[in-house]
């Protein structure tokens, strides 16, 4: 099938099975290997990327289904400079290994859309379907509220 | 070197600063190197069709029909591979009469796990091989399921190993002192039984290799998502029979590890293999569920232990008696990784005697290995968790007890039982600080009145005061174990030309922050900016030597490596700037990057100019070589000591059985830290780990055999809702072992968390007649021990998947810093 996405602001058509998950799209034909892939489950939430501007598991979702869509991810995140988020986690030490922090800002960023200013349980609980095995997210939890407290929402 | 006492203008140290990491602007960009993102011209794609069974005889594997499938390219069972079906390697043979099977890199005549290797697919693309897998023929022939560690011993026993039929591995012990003595001489004899249950490492980056021939004559390059490029390449090299210098391993981006990537893999060996036979690049990344079925698992211990005691608490012995799981096979260190517990059960506490014997069980389930901590929160759990529990015994507190029998900080260096002579620590000054912050007497207070008042919601405090050793190791300590490698570490420091600075490291950092510690440490030696240094790590052709990252070793050995050549550095540099300045080396005094000679203020010469000057040769001191660098290989003479105080305060809903943690407090002592930052995020990763033992993991079989938490969804990687903030801090006692007098962090709070937590839930209820609750300490097993009398909690449903959600934490006060 054929179909057509703008990835990162770049727009691009592609041939493409039907049963091709976006994020192997995004890794293996558009080599946005910034986004990684974490499990097979959709619980750990490396892979998350924004379509139209929501938050979404890109391992998920099929590629066909982005037809027509805005993909942007965590490579198309810095606009000439960092999204405060990302400058938030290497302030706070919100990372160690970095696998699960592409989809932890792109999740973190969705919270702070829905939330500018939120508490310390709705951060965690905001978090919920993102997994870290390095931090014990105490450090993550720590980058978002750095983030928001310099207006990170933007 | 030497160093000018406040010196007006001195550049400020960076060592003990908390630098922000250069690591993380390509984390946080997503410009990232994981093995999975390589792509190479004509690379194919392997998948491996796995046992069903836990235990079965193979009766026929046909690959013949995935060969028809579109894009396959080759497909093999062991038998199609012949001689290139090579074992992998166990490097720690614990005894004389250790029983070693083979394990190839796919089994020919059983299968002796759920997802042991039975044969391959290599074709266009993963989607393709994955799809032939299924038209590959295999005959099982079902043999009974070996997978209780006490049945697996009994007489008569079905064997997972035919050859010699016996399913003990070793039985290894250790002592120091008269144990019977001991016994003797003892007011009471305690003992206690407790269940270490297995856990799944789940590093967030499943594991990915890829094989590609490069050159006319065999060479082969491996990029590995692995912790130890360097025992990798020389592993290769034994099992396959291509000489080593033909071999380039490269560790990439690596994320995570968590001794999971501790290990040379079967699936290293096939891809090299193939590769080399088919002449073309070669890739696997496991599936999660792969990652959860294969990659090695840890822990999974049936502990006795014993302590004969004065009726005061006075620790005269302990005798410990282990049952550790192998699984299936025998991984790089299985057998060795509940031994390096031998000399952590008796903790920091005196006393005359130890006795310790350990048994490994072959079963049929995933091989074990190191996990974060290996052996040692095995072992600290077990002499934490019965301190707590003999407290309770005599009626006196646990802080107390432990106080009574510790080593005091006026004793250090102090020989322990386990025969190492620890090298310093202050337990009172640790404990004392987290007293405090953890408001030990308020919460107690608070305790006893929830139990008059018959609150559902009970309080329970836990202790946790351990120790561990750091900085796998002395090479003779090594050797009398009978492990086959040595600890050294090697690094090498140059100053280019341009005085720019390399440091090439043989630690193979996979998220720690190498690359920011050891700038720092470069930087202070060198006398530069730690931006003016890069760090060359994690490829056998760039860093050609090297024993990698893995025991809380990397700064410990790796970095006084660092040091060390640094070191050499700024002699060779002496030499060369006081040929410069027509001075007496010993005239010389290096200050902040710059040679000045005493008593002449104006005559200096800086190192990036010396640099330049060894670079063009043109005047050179005579006997002294071109280019400024060094090489330093550091083999520690001992181990050093971390410790510290863990408290935890848990909240169990007596009517739910549900815990929730209020508060943790630890006070850890590494020593000195060349980055508290990098330190503090070490120390809150090791919580969640060892929290994540005590409350959530639990890797569960059936009783087929089969794995039922096999995935993310049923095995429970606590969540950001299911962990509190963490209120840290340290004491400082430096190590007397190396230079910068660093212990080393990794895996102190996976070591000391996990009996924390369990001693505070089971403090909550012991009241109502619990002794003990088996870990993962779910809403269900808490209650049924509260509910049934005598019970532990049970067994979990092994049919069933996890049922409980995760105890939601409430915040305390936001952490240290």
Not at chain 2, 156 to 181: I, L, M, Q, R
Not at chain 2, 406 to 413: A, C, L, V
Not at chain 2, 504 to 520: I, K
Not at chain 2, 561 to 588: G, N, T
Request: charged letters at 20%; one cysteine or more; proline letters at 5%.
């Amino acid at each position: 099938m054929q179909i057509q996405v703008t990835v990162d602001g770049q727009q691009r058509v592609d041939e493409v099975e039907p049963r091709l998950l976006l994020v192997h799209y995004l890794r293996e034909r558009v080599g946005k290997v910034g986004t990684p892939v974490g499990c097979d489950t959709s619980n750990c939430g490396a892979c998350t990327v924004q379509v139209d501007g929501q938050t979404v598991k890109s391992c998920s979702l099929l590629a066909v289904q982005a037809d027509g869509t805005e993909v942007t991810t965590i490579e198309g995140l810095a606009n000439g400079e960092w999204h405060q988020v990302q400058t938030s986690f290497k302030e706070c030490h919100g990372l160690q290994c970095g696998y699960c922090t592409p989809g932890m800002i792109m999740a973190a960023i969705d919270l702070l859309k829905e939330n500018p200013d939120p508490s310390e349980t709705q951060i965690r609980d905001g978090l919920e379907g993102n997994l870290c095995r390095c931090t014990g997210y105490h450090n993550i939890v720590k980058s978002v509220q750095h983030a928001a407290a310099q207006g990170g929402a933007r | 070197m030497t160093a000018t006492e406040a010196a007006p203008q001195a550049r400020q140290k960076s060592v003990g600063q908390p630098l922000r990491r250069k690591e993380d602007a390509r984390l946080v960009t997503g410009k990232t190197n994981w093995t999975d993102n390589i792509v190479l011209p004509g690379m194919l794609h392997m998948a491996v069709l796995r046992s069903p069974m836990a235990h079965a005889r193979i009766a026929k594997v046909d690959v013949s029909a995935a060969l028809e499938r579109p894009g396959v390219v080759a497909a093999y069972s062991g038998a199609d591979l012949g001689d290139k079906n090579v074992g992998a390697l166990c490097v720690w043979p614990v005894t004389d009469d250790m029983v070693m099977p083979p394990h190839l890199a796919l089994a020919v005549d059983k299968v002796r796990y759920v997802g042991d290797a039975v044969a391959v697919v290599i074709a266009g693309d993963r989607y393709q091989a994955a799809d032939a897998l299924e038209a590959i023929e295999v005959d099982y022939e079902p043999l009974p399921p070996v997978l209780d560690m006490r049945a697996a011993l009994e007489d008569g026993s079905t064997a997972v190993h035919d050859d010699p039929g016996t399913n003990k591995c070793y039985t290894w012990k250790f002592g120091n002192g008269d144990y019977e003595a001991a016994k003797a001489k003892a007011d009471r004899v305690f003992t206690r039984h407790y269940v270490n249950q297995r856990l799944i490492p789940m590093a967030m980056e499943p594991r990915s290799v890829v094989a590609a021939p490069t050159g006319p004559d065999g060479d082969v390059t491996l990029w590995s998502a692995t912790q130890i490029p360097h025992i990798v390449r020389v592993l290769m090299a034994l099992t396959t029979g291509i000489p080593e210098n033909k071999i380039r391993v490269i560790a990439p981006d690596v994320g995570g590890g968590f001794g999971s990537k501790l290990q040379f893999y079967r699936e290293e060996i096939l891809a090299v293999q193939i590769a080399s036979m088919l002449g073309r690049p070669v890739k696997w990344t496991e599936t999660r569920s792969e990652n959860a079925q294969v990659t090695h698992h840890g822990r999974d211990q049936l502990q006795e232990i014993e302590l004969a005691v004065t009726n005061e608490g006075k620790i005269l012995g302990l005798r410990v008696d282990l049952l550790a799981n192998m699984g299936a096979y025998l991984h790089i260190i299985t057998p060795g990784t509940p031994l390096l517990g031998a000399f952590m059960f008796n903790g920091i506490y005196k006393m005359d005697a130890l006795d310790f014997t350990c048994t490994g069980v072959f079963t049929n389930t995933t091989p074990t290995d190191a996990y974060r901590g290996a052996g040692r929160p095995e072992a600290t759990f077990a002499i934490e968790r019965i301190m707590d529990d003999l407290a309770a015994e005599l009626e006196v507190d646990p802080l107390e007890l432990r106080e009574r029998n510790w080593i005091t900080h006026e004793e250090f260096p102090y020989t322990s039982i386990n025969t190492l002579e620890y090298d310093t620590g202050n337990y009172e000054a640790a404990t004392a600080r987290a007293k405090e912050m953890f408001d030990y007497d308020g919460l107690r207070r608070e305790q006893q009145q929830r139990r008059e008042a018959k609150d559902p919601v009970q309080l329970g405090i836990g202790v946790s005061t351990f120790t561990e050793m750091c900085g796998l190791a002395p090479s003779r300590v090594l050797s009398s174990l009978k492990y086959v490698a040595g600890g050294w570490e090697h690094a090498t420091v140059r100053v280019l030309p341009t005085g720019a600075v390399e440091v090439v490291t043989g630690t193979s950092p996979h998220g720690q922050g190498h690359v920011t510690a050891w700038s720092q440490i470069a930087a202070d030696a060198l006398g530069v900016d730690p931006d003016a240094v890069s760090v060359i790590y994690g490829d056998t052709a760039t860093s050609p030597y090297g024993m990698d990252t893995y025991g809380s070793r990397s700064l410990v050995v790796g970095g006084m490596a660092v040091v060390a050549a640094a070191e050499r550095v700024v002699d060779k540099a002496r030499l060369i700037a006081a040929h410069m300045l027509e001075a007496d080396p010993d005239d010389l005094e290096f200050v902040d990057g710059t040679f000045g000679v005493r008593g002449s203020p104006g005559s200096t010469k800086t190192i990036q100019e010396v640099a330049f000057e060894a670079f063009t040769a043109h005047n050179l001191p005579e006997g002294v070589e071109p280019t400024l660098q060094a090489n330093s290989t550091i083999d520690p003479s001992t181990f050093s000591f971390p410790h510290g105080t863990h408290l935890c305060a848990v909240e169990v809903d007596t009517e739910t059985g549900m815990s929730k943690i209020r508060k943790y407090v630890c006070v850890d002592d590494i020593g000195n830290v060349v980055n508290p930052m990098i330190v503090e995020g070490q120390v809150h990763g090791g919580l969640a780990q060892g929290i994540a033992q005590a409350l959530y993991e639990e890797a569960v079989y059936d009783d087929a055999g089969n794995l039922v938490t096999g995935s993310l969804v049923d095995y429970l990687v606590p969540a950001a809702p299911d962990l509190p903030f963490f209120d840290t801090d340290r004491t400082v006692t430096p190590s007397t072992t190396n230079p910068l007098g660093v212990k080393g962090v990794g895996e102190a709070g996976t070591i000391a968390s996990t009996p924390a937590v369990v001693n505070a839930v089971v403090d909550a209820v012991r009241q109502f007649g619990v002794q003990d609750i088996r870990m993962a300490l779910t809403p269900e097993r808490v209650w049924r021990a509260i509910h049934e009398s005598g019970s532990t909690g049970g067994e979990r449903a092994a049919e069933g998947t996890v049922v409980y959600g995760g105890a939601a934490t409430e915040s305390t006060a936001g952490g240290a810093q």
